[in-house]
């Protein structure tokens, strides 16, 4: 049951070491391939309640890359109506719906700094598009 808000803290702690792992994995690869001044912020599409984001977090964090910022896009409604569309049905609207009160106090619990996290509340086709991506990168505060 992912959608139910009483169980995020267990399905964070249950994924967290496998992602965990390739997200170092990830990190090191990019480390041994560019400058670390070169590493830009991290933007995660589908936040949740913030496990992978605050696994992420914790992962740049442990790696010193002080200058990363953290940009988490979710409408928190869930799966969008069109989902019926893809995957053969594999997918129903508004699965995955969160809450998005609920993520930013799971996220504030995790000890993350709001000063370097963002979370950008809409539906993807609103708000990563021309006109709101400069209003986004620099006015968006997520308390
Ligand atoms: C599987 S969950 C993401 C899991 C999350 N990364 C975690 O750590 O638990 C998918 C998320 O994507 C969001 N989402 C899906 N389609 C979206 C869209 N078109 N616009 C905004 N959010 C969307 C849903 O609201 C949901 O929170």
Same mark, same amino acid.
């Given at each position: 049951m992912l959608g139910n808000p009483d169980r995020p803290i267990i399905i964070y702690l249950k994924l967290t070491p496998m992602l965990e792992r390739e997200y170092i994995k990830a990190v090191r690869w990019i480390l041994e391939h560019d400058d670390r001044e070169a590493i830009g912020d991290y933007l995660e /599409? &589908?936040? /949740? *309640? &913030?496990s992978s984001l605050t696994c992420m977090y914790r992962v740049i964090e442990s790696f010193g890359l002080d200058n990363v910022r953290f940009f988490g896009f979710d409408s /928190?409604? &869930?799966?969008?109506? !069109? !989902?019926? *569309? #893809? #995957?053969?049905?594999?997918w129903r609207p508004e699965q995955f719906k969160s809450n998005f009160r609920y993520a930013q106090k799971n996220l504030n619990e995790q000890g993350i700094n709001w000063n370097r996290v963002f979370l950008v509340k809409g539906c993807f086709s609103d708000t990563l598009n021309d006109d709101h991506n400069d209003s986004w990168r620099h006015s968006y505060r997520s308390r």
């Amino acid at each position: 049951m992912l959608g139910n808000p009483d169980r995020p803290i267990i399905i964070y702690l249950k994924l967290t070491p496998m992602l965990e792992r390739e997200y170092i994995k990830a990190v090191r690869w990019i480390l041994e391939h560019d400058d670390r001044e070169a590493i830009g912020d991290y933007l995660e /599409f &589908g936040v /949740f *309640y &913030g496990s992978s984001l605050t696994c992420m977090y914790r992962v740049i964090e442990s790696f010193g890359l002080d200058n990363v910022r953290f940009f988490g896009f979710d409408s /928190f409604e &869930g799966l969008p109506k !069109t !989902t019926i *569309y #893809d #995957d053969q049905r594999s997918w129903r609207p508004e699965q995955f719906k969160s809450n998005f009160r609920y993520a930013q106090k799971n996220l504030n619990e995790q000890g993350i700094n709001w000063n370097r996290v963002f979370l950008v509340k809409g539906c993807f086709s609103d708000t990563l598009n021309d006109d709101h991506n400069d209003s986004w990168r620099h006015s968006y505060r997520s308390r």
